[in-house]
Nanobody, 124 residues
Framework: VQLQASGGGLVQPGDSLRLSCTVS????????IGWFRKAPGKEREGVSS????????YYADAVKDRFATSRDNAENTVYLFLYSLKPEDTAVYYC??????????????????WGQGTQVTVSS
């Protein structure tokens, strides 16, 4: 089982990025996929999640209306679109997979598999 996050980089405030989480070793459509991030000096926090059963999406208040997530089951990839980026969005972004739709969307224990992170830096 592998999750490969990619697409991070150094951008300016107001810019956009697309992060990808490509999975292997399991069927993407049978898993919920969450995105989490860890900023320097802060705890890791949930950012978004897309559930398996109905494709319902969830977003943290800090990113609602600026981030969007979608899945392409044929490509085994989940995307996280980051718009109107702010310096406070600077963090390592991780994707994670849950075999069951989480009852608590931001509880890390609900997610069974984790990928390595991709760095997003927002700075002028």
């Amino acid at each position: 089982v592998q999750l490969q996050a990619s697409g991070g980089g150094l951008v300016q405030p107001g810019d956009s990025l697309r992060l990808s989480c490509t999975v292997s070793g399991f069927t993407l459509e049978s898993h919920a996929i969450g995105w989490f991030r860890k900023a320097p000096g802060k705890e890791r926090e949930g950012v978004s999640s897309i559930y398996r059963n109905n494709g319902r999406t969830y977003y943290a208040d800090a990113v609602k209306d600026r981030f969007a997530t979608s899945r392409d089951n044929a490509e085994n990839t989940v995307y996280l679109f980051l718009y109107s980026l702010k310096p406070e969005d600077t963090a390592v972004y991780y994707c994670a997979a849950a075999r069951q739709d989480p009852r608590l969307v931001w509880a890390e224990y609900e997610y069974n598999y984790w990928g390595q992170g991709t760095q997003v830096t927002v700075s002028s």
